[in-house]
T-cell receptor, first 114, second 115 residues
Framework: KAGVTQTPRYLIKTRGQQVTLSCSPISGHRSVSWYQQTPGQGLQFLFEYFSETQRNKGNFPGRFSGRQFSNSRSEMNVSTLELGDSALYLC?????????????FGPGTRLTVL | AQSVAQPEDQVNVAEGNPLTVKCTYSVSGNPYLFWYVQYPNRGLQFLLKYITGDNLVKGSYGFEAEFNKSQTSFHLKKPSALVSDSALYFCAVRDGGDSSYKLIFGSGTRLLVRP
């Protein structure tokens, strides 16, 4: 089975712009989660989607949003980019997002905001 | 609130020696514990998890972890380290009593295995 794929792998944007990142989960996985990784804050949970519904959301401003499509593919959007949004954005998929489910991560999208 | 602590920023070990990467957790319900490894410019790779049952969990690449409820710890171990094990290791927890289902990660421990 193919793993989790994320596109693009690298992005450079300027402050004030918006960006959309894409994630394709492992086939058969219906839960997709997004995390932000930075040297200062570590790995922080953004949100989780299951069957096109956002079930959980982390402590991020409303500029961060996401959605999930009927084929379980997910996108996240960041509007009005700030310098502090520079990070590695990781997508993870699991069968159903249950407590014991393993999350499998993609390679990430490295976002640089100038 | 759930939390995970990895008390060592870095662990240094010689190739062939046993290694331990420490992790302690705090949850209100039963813990679901995970270890992941991250190589440079890569995502996180799953190593092993504890859900219930035997306290000693065996995972990928020869790694194992011991769940200790009384000490609220879940240390990662390997009997004989390889240079290729050098990477960043993350412990994570989900609270069985919490409805959020999100993973809470520790700050990470960098493992350096010297030849």
């Amino acid at each position: 089975k193919a793993g989790v794929t994320q596109t693009p792998r690298y992005l450079i944007k300027t402050r004030g712009q918006q960006v959309t990142l894409s994630c394709s989960p492992i086939s058969g996985h219906r839960s997709v989660s997004w995390y932000q990784q930075t040297p200062g804050q570590g790995l922080q949970f953004l949100f989780e989607y299951f069957s096109e519904t956002q079930r959980n959301k982390g402590n991020f401003p409303g500029r961060f949003s996401g959605r999930q499509f009927s084929n379980s593919r997910s996108e996240m959007n960041v509007s009005t980019l700030e310098l502090g949004d520079s990070a590695l954005y990781l997508c993870a998929s699991s069968l159903a997002g249950g407590r014991g489910d393993t999350q499998y991560f993609g390679p990430g999208t490295r976002l640089t905001v100038l | 609130a759930q939390s995970v602590a990895q008390p060592e920023d870095q662990v240094n070990v010689a190739e062939g020696n046993p290694l331990t990467v420490k992790c302690t957790y705090s949850v209100s319900g039963n813990p679901y514990l995970f270890w992941y490894v991250q190589y440079p410019n890569r995502g996180l790779q799953f190593l092993l998890k504890y859900i219930t049952g035997d306290n000693l969990v065996k995972g990928s690449y020869g790694f194992e972890a011991e769940f200790n409820k009384s000490q609220t710890s879940f240390h990662l171990k390997k009997p004989s380290a390889l240079v290729s094990d050098s990477a960043l290791y993350f412990c994570a927890v989900r609270d069985g009593g919490d409805s959020s289902y999100k993973l809470i990660f520790g700050s990470g421990t960098r493992l350096l295995v010297r030849p």
